[in-house]
Antibody, heavy 121, light 108 residues
Framework: EVQLVESGGGLVQPGGSLRLSCAAS????????MNWVRQAPGKGLEWVSY????????YYADSVKGRFTISRDNAKNSLYLQMNSLRAEDTAVYYC??????????????WGQGTLVTVSS | DIQLTQSPSFLSASVGDRVTITCRAS??????LAWYQQKPGKAPKLLIY???TLQSGVPSRFSGSGSGTEFTLTISSLQPEDFATYYC??????????FGPGTKVDIK
């Protein structure tokens, strides 16, 4: 069974840092591209960051570029999001999501349960 | 960047109703569109990808259609467990895959 379990969320002051983790199981983690998606309270979904299966290709949303760093450890079946210089507008539930490809069609077929990050003084 | 709009934003319906949600893209995205269902406090769940391909395990009352800039998600006979928020996602502008604003389906 595919499982993605996020951890590391919590309350942090503006300007602070937090590192999120996503533990993967039930599939060959090193074969899949991964993403972070967030959802502010009562709002819609926002794509945050992407990492290729090897970790060699990385992209960020403009809203987090220069502040967040995505990484992965395929030996540990884990995905990470290092979040620095946090702002109130970064308050959200953060999901890790597996990206699958069917032909040329991509989709996020498995999601973790999410971890809440609250940025407040 | 490709923008997505969804209509309606909110929909009130009864069990057994046929429900249609529309997603429009600001530019053509071929069939690079997915639909997700999200219930309160839960992660999104993939329903449909490639605009019309049903994800494994998803009931056949869900269907998707469209290409280019206009897409629809149809629930042929609304069930109690279908009351949720539905999001479309474009997967054309790799890898910045933006989501629509969502459509909340509520009980009439």
């Amino acid at each position: 069974e595919v499982q993605l379990v996020e951890s590391g969320g919590g309350l942090v002051q503006p300007g602070g840092s937090l590192r999120l983790s996503c533990a993967a199981s039930g599939f060959t983690f090193s074969s899949y591209e991964m993403n972070w998606v967030r959802q502010a309270p009562g709002k819609g979904l926002e794509w945050v960051s992407y990492i290729s299966s090897s970790g060699s290709t990385i992209y960020y949303a403009d809203s987090v570029k220069g502040r967040f760093t995505i990484s992965r450890d395929n030996a540990k079946n884990s995905l990470y999001l290092q979040m620095n210089s946090l702002r109130a507008e970064d308050t959200a539930v953060y999901y890790c999501a597996r990206e699958s490809v069917w032909g040329s069609y991509r989709h996020f077929d498995y999601w973790g349960q999410g971890t809440l990050v609250t940025v407040s003084s | 960047d490709i923008q997505l709009t969804q209509s309606p934003s909110f929909l009130s319906a009864s069990v057994g109703d046929r429900v249609t949600i529309t997603c429009r893209a600001s530019q053509g995205i071929s069939s690079y569109l997915a639909w997700y269902q999200q219930k309160p406090g839960k992660a999104p769940k993939l329903l449909i990808y490639a605009a019309s391909t049903l994800q494994s395990g998803v009931p056949s009352r869900f269907s998707g259609s469209g290409s280019g800039t206009e897409f629809t998600l149809t629930i042929s006979s609304l069930q109690p467990e279908d009351f949720a928020t539905y999001y479309c996602q474009q997967l054309n502008s790799y890898p910045r895959f933006t989501f629509g604003p969502g459509t909340k389906v509520d009980i009439k």
